[in-house]
């Protein structure tokens, strides 16, 4: 058994996975474990491949029509923008084996979710008070900041008010350290 990829509009992922389960496809959509912090520590559920969901289409049809018909059904369900194809000239869908869907599948934990290795909670919280431990330039060292963001490309945001304006800086989580 081969799977496809769905190429699926933004932020369509559940209303195609409900309308295609409604129509008993076989589908994967892969979530993983996202870390936020706003206050205090939460998990949520964030999809391994944004925009995109795996189909399973049974290779056993009577006919070649048969087949153009479940991929019409498929390409007129709510959600689903297109399948990666491997010509755009023609219907050729890609097609991912069997064995790796199977290894992703085995990343999953018990609670049906993906734990990234490389992924980790952010290292300061929205408010919380930092200092300057290492940084090139001498100006910024050992001055403290309030923390205002820190973004999944490991930049940390943060304000400090010089002669009555705010300015915002950003960080390697390297150059700060929490204020005790």
Not at 3 to 19: C, D, G, M
Not at 72 to 83: E, F, K, N, Q, S
Not at 130 to 143: C, T
Request: with cysteine; hydrophobic share 40%; proline share 6%.
């Amino acid at each position: 058994m081969t799977w496809n990829v769905l190429a699926i509009y933004p932020n369509h992922e559940a209303q195609a996975e409900r309308q295609l389960k409604r129509q008993r496809f076989r589908i994967y959509l892969p979530r993983c474990k996202h870390y936020h912090r706003r206050g205090r520590d939460r998990a949520g559920p964030i999809y391994l491949w944004p925009g995109y969901m795996l189909i399973q289409l049974d290779e056993v049809w009577p006919s070649e029509n048969d087949l153009m018909a479940a991929w019409r059904a498929v390409l007129d369900t709510p959600g689903v923008a297109d399948v990666l194809k491997l010509a755009e000239e023609d219907f050729h869908p890609a097609q991912l084996d069997d064995d790796y869907v199977a290894s992703v599948r085995r990343l999953e934990g018990i609670d049906g979710l993906i734990m990234l290795r490389n992924r980790r909670p952010p290292k300061f919280i929205r408010d919380q008070m930092v200092k300057v431990v290492n940084r090139s330039s001498i100006f910024w060292d050992h001055q403290d900041f309030r923390v205002v963001s820190e973004d999944p490309g490991r930049r940390v945001t943060a304000l400090k008010e010089m002669l009555g304006n705010l300015v915002k800086v950003e960080f390697a989580p390297e150059e700060l350290e929490a204020v005790a």
